[in-house]
C-alpha cells in the first residue's frame, strides 16, 4: 500500500462501531434488529408536518452556526422548566448534529493532549473514541454487576493529576442505570474537589421509569463544571435528524461553538425549527405517554428474555437490557451475538462493545425502542431458539 495513504495513528486503536455493524448484520441476516437503538415506529405526526412546513416555508440554508434562535430559545426555555437550569440561550447553548457531535466537540473544545478522562464502564462505545481524537486517555471507572452501582472511593482512586473531566450518562446505556441521589452527590464532590468537569449524555432524560431526571448540572457548585449534553433523537424519536443540544458554562461555550463550527457547520436548518416546535407544542401528557409506552416495552422484553433462560433485569431507564446469556451458550458474546441473528433470527450487541479490554463476554445487549408487536416476534424467535437447545 502507498505510504501516503498510510491511516493516520489516531485511527488505529479504536474499530469501527459495533452497534452500527450489528444493523448491518441484522439486515443482512433478516432478524429482528434490537441491537442499534433506534425506534421502529413513527416520530410525533406534529413534529414531522413542523418539518415539512419549515421546508416549505424556504428555511433551507445554514441556521446560525450554533443554533437557530428559535431552536436556543426554545431548549433554554426547557431546561429552566423542567430543571429549574439558569440557561440564556446566547451565552450557553449549542445546537450540534445529534448528542454524538455535542460529545465529540465538547471533548474537542475541553480537553489538551495527555489529559485524562474517567469513563464508567460499561459504556457507550463513543467515549473512548472521542477521547482518543480529542489526544485524551479514558480510564475506567467499573461498576460491577448487576447493580452497576457508582462506587465514589473507586472514582477517587482513579484521579490524577491529569484528570480533567468525567462522562456521566444518566440514565444509561447499556446498564439502565439511574444514579442516585447519593451516587450524584459523590461524583459531584469528588468533581468539585478535585477540579473536574463533568461532561454528561442525558439523551435518555425523558426515558425514565421512575421519578424524574436530575441534571448534573442543578447540584450544588455544579453548573460552573458541567457540559450538559442531551438531543431530539430519544425523546422525540427521530434518530435520523441528528440533532443534539449541549448547555455549557459560557467560558468553554465559545471554544465548543469553533470546534463545531469547523466540523459541521451547523444542524439541519429546518429540523431544527421542528425541534424546536415540537419542545414548545409536545406538552406533560406526550412526555407521560413516552415513558408508559416504554415501559410497556420493557417489560414484555425483560419477561420475554427470562424467558427464553437469559439473565437480566429490569433497568430504571433508557431502553436497553443486558443480558447474561451464560445459561444458554458457551461462546463469546461476539459468536453468540451473530449466531441469534443467523439462527434465532434476533440481533443483539456483543457485551465487549461495552468494556474495554475484556469483560461483557457473557452479555449481549437489547434494545426495547421498538413496537410491541416487533418485541413480540422478537421474544417468539428466542424462546423458539432456546427451546431448541439454544447453540
Ligand atoms: N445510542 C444508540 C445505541 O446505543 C444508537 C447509537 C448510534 O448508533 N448513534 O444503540
Known amino acids: 500500500m502507498s505510504q501516503t495513504l498510510r491511516p493516520a495513528q489516531r485511527t488505529r486503536s479504536f474499530t469501527e462501531s459495533v452497534i452500527r455493524e450489528m444493523t448491518r448484520v441484522a439486515r443482512e441476516t433478516g432478524a429482528v434488529n434490537l441491537a442499534q437503538g433506534f425506534p421502529d415506529f413513527p416520530a410525533p405526526e406534529g413534529m414531522k408536518e413542523a418539518a415539512v412546513r419549515a421546508i416549505r416555508g424556504d428555511i433551507n440554508q445554514y441556521a446560525v452556526t450554533w443554533g437557530a434562535p428559535s431552536l436556543r430559545n426554545a431548549l ?19 445546537i450540534t448534529c445529534g448528542a454524538t457531535e455535542a460529545m465529540a466537540s465538547g471533548f474537542l473544545g475541553l480537553l489538551d493532549p495527555g489529559d485524562e478522562v474517567v469513563v464508567l464502564e460499561p ?5 473512548a473514541p ?3 481524537l480529542a489526544g485524551a486517555e479514558a480510564r475506567f471507572l467499573a461498576l460491577d454487576p448487576p447493580e452497576y452501582r457508582l462506587h465514589a472511593d473507586r472514582l477517587e482512586a482513579l484521579v490524577t493529576p491529569r484528570t480533567r473531566a468525567l462522562v456521566l450518562n444518566t440514565p444509561n446505556n447499556p446498564t439502565g442505570r439511574v444514579f442516585s441521589d447519593d451516587e ?3 461524583v459531584a464532590r469528588i468533581c468539585r474537589e478535585r477540579d473536574l468537569v463533568v461532561v454528561t449524555d442525558e439523551i435518555y432524560e425523558c426515558i425514565l421509569y421512575e421519578g424524574r431526571h436530575r441534571p448534573m448540572a442543578t447540584l450544588p457548585g455544579m453548573a460552573d463544571r458541567t457540559i450538559t449534553i442531551s438531543g431530539a433523537s430519544k425523546t ?13 458554562p459560557e467560558s468553554i461555550t465559545g471554544a465548543i461553538r469553533k470546534v463545531h ?12 425549527e421542528a425541534w424546536a416546535w415540537a419542545i414548545r407544542e409536545l406538552g406533560d401528557e406526550y412526555f407521560r405517554s413516552l415513558a408508559t409506552q416504554y415501559r410497556a416495552r420493557r417489560d414484555l422484553l425483560v419477561q420475554g428474555l427470562q424467558d427464553a ?8 431507564g433508557a431502553y436497553y437490557i443486558l443480558a447474561d446469556f ?8 461476539t459468536a453468540f451475538s451473530h449466531r441469534l441473528a443467523r439462527e434465532a433470527g434476533v440481533a443483539p450487541v456483543p457485551g465487549s462493545s461495552f468494556f474495554h479490554g475484556g469483560g461483557g463476554g457473557s452479555l449481549v445487549r437489547f434494545a426495547f425502542c421498538k413496537q410491541m408487536s416487533t418485541l413480540q416476534d422478537g421474544v417468539e424467535r428466542l424462546i423458539r431458539f432456546s427451546a431448541a437447545g439454544g447453540s
Not at 433554554?76 to 449549542?94: F, G, I, L, N
Not at 459504556?123 to 467515549?127: A, D, I, K, L, T
Not at 451464560?326 to 458474546?333: F, P
Open 309 to 316: 433462560g437469559f439473565r437480566c433485569q429490569a433497568p430504571e
Open 236 to 248: 422525540f424519536s427521530v434518530t435520523g435528524w441528528r440533532l443534539g443540544g449541549i448547555v455549557a
Open 326 to 333: 451464560s445459561q444458554l451458550s458457551d461462546d463469546d458474546d
Open 261 to 272: 463550527d469547523f466540523l459541521t457547520v451547523g444542524a439541519p436548518a429546518p429540523l431544527q
Open 123 to 127: 459504556f457507550y462505545e463513543n467515549y
Open 184 to 186: 450524584m452527590e459523590a
Open 76 to 94: 433554554a426555555q426547557w431546561y429552566r422548566s423542567r430543571y429549574d437550569m439558569d440557561v440564556d440561550p446566547d451565552k450557553h447553548v449549542t
Open 130 to 132: 472521542d477521547a482518543l
